[in-house]
C-alpha cells in the first residue's frame, strides 16, 4: 500500500515537473517571438527609434521579465523533479535542491527579480509625481518581507540540518 502512495506521488510530481517545464518552454518561445518582432520593427522603423528610444527600451524589459519567468518555471520544474523523482540529476552547485527549503529560496528569488523588473517598467513609463514613491515603497516593502522570510527559513533550515547531523 505505501509503495503504490510513493510510485503514484512521483508520477503526479513528474507531471507537475513536466508542467512547470512546458510552461518555461511556451514563455521562452513567445518571448523569442516577440524579440524577433522587436528587432524586425526597430531595423524597419530605426529613425523613429533613434528619436526617442523610451518605448523600445519598455519592450525590451518586458521581454526580459519574460526569459526571467521562464527560467524560473525551468528551476522550479527542475526542483520539483530533484526533490521527487531523481536527485543525481547532473546540475551545477547553485542549481542543486536539497529540500523544499531551497525550492522555496529559489522560488522567491524569481519573485524578487520579476517585482524588480516590473518596477523598472513603472519607472520607465513614469510620467511625474509622487505616485512612483509609494509603488516603489511597496515594492521595497515586499521584496523585504520576502528576503526576511527567505533568510528565516534557511537558518531554521540550517539548524535542522545540524541537529540531524550530530544525532
Same mark, same amino acid.
Request: aromatic share 12%.
Given at each position: 500500500?505505501? &509503495?503504490?502512495?510513493?510510485?503514484?506521488? &512521483?508520477?503526479?510530481?513528474?507531471? +507537475?515537473?513536466?508542467?512547470?517545464?512546458? @510552461?518555461?518552454? /511556451?514563455?521562452? %518561445?513567445? @518571448?523569442?517571438?516577440? $524579440? %524577433?518582432? #522587436?528587432?524586425?520593427?526597430? /531595423?524597419?522603423?530605426?529613425?523613429?527609434?533613434?528619436?526617442?528610444?523610451?518605448? /523600445?527600451?519598455?519592450? =525590451?524589459?518586458?521581454?526580459?521579465? =519574460?526569459?526571467? =519567468?521562464?527560467?524560473?518555471?525551468? !528551476? %522550479?520544474?527542475?526542483?520539483?523533479?530533484?526533490?521527487?523523482?531523481? +536527485? @543525481?540529476?547532473?546540475?551545477? @552547485?547553485?542549481?542543486? !535542491?536539497?529540500?523544499?527549503?531551497?525550492?522555496?529560496?529559489?522560488?522567491?528569488? !524569481?519573485?524578487?527579480?520579476? !517585482?524588480?523588473?516590473?518596477? $523598472?517598467?513603472?519607472?520607465?513609463?513614469?510620467?511625474?509625481?509622487?505616485? %512612483?514613491?509609494?509603488?516603489?515603497?511597496?515594492?521595497?516593502?515586499?521584496? +523585504?518581507?520576502? #528576503?526576511?522570510?527567505?533568510?528565516?527559513?534557511?537558518?531554521?533550515?540550517?539548524? &535542522? &540540518?545540524?541537529?540531524?547531523?550530530?544525532?
Amino acid at each position: 500500500m505505501f &509503495r503504490k502512495v510513493i510510485v503514484s506521488s &512521483r508520477y503526479i510530481v513528474s507531471a +507537475a515537473s513536466l508542467g512547470a517545464f512546458v @510552461a518555461s518552454a /511556451l514563455l521562452l %518561445i513567445v @518571448a523569442l517571438g516577440q $524579440l %524577433i518582432i #522587436t528587432v524586425v520593427s526597430t /531595423l524597419a522603423n530605426f529613425t523613429s527609434v533613434l528619436a526617442d528610444p523610451k518605448e /523600445l527600451t519598455q519592450v =525590451l524589459v518586458t521581454n526580459i521579465d =519574460l526569459f526571467l =519567468l521562464s527560467a524560473g518555471f525551468y !528551476i %522550479i520544474g527542475l526542483g520539483f523533479y530533484e526533490l521527487f523523482v531523481d +536527485a @543525481a540529476v547532473p546540475v551545477p @552547485a547553485w542549481l542543486e !535542491i536539497t529540500d523544499f527549503e531551497d525550492l522555496k529560496a529559489s522560488l522567491v528569488g !524569481i519573485v524578487v527579480v520579476v !517585482i524588480a523588473v516590473a518596477f $523598472l517598467g513603472q519607472v520607465l513609463d513614469w510620467k511625474g509625481g509622487v505616485d %512612483i514613491f509609494y509603488f516603489g515603497a511597496a515594492v521595497g516593502l515586499v521584496i +523585504a518581507a520576502l #528576503t526576511y522570510f527567505v533568510s528565516v527559513k534557511a537558518v531554521k533550515a540550517k539548524d &535542522r &540540518r545540524e541537529q540531524d547531523a550530530a544525532g
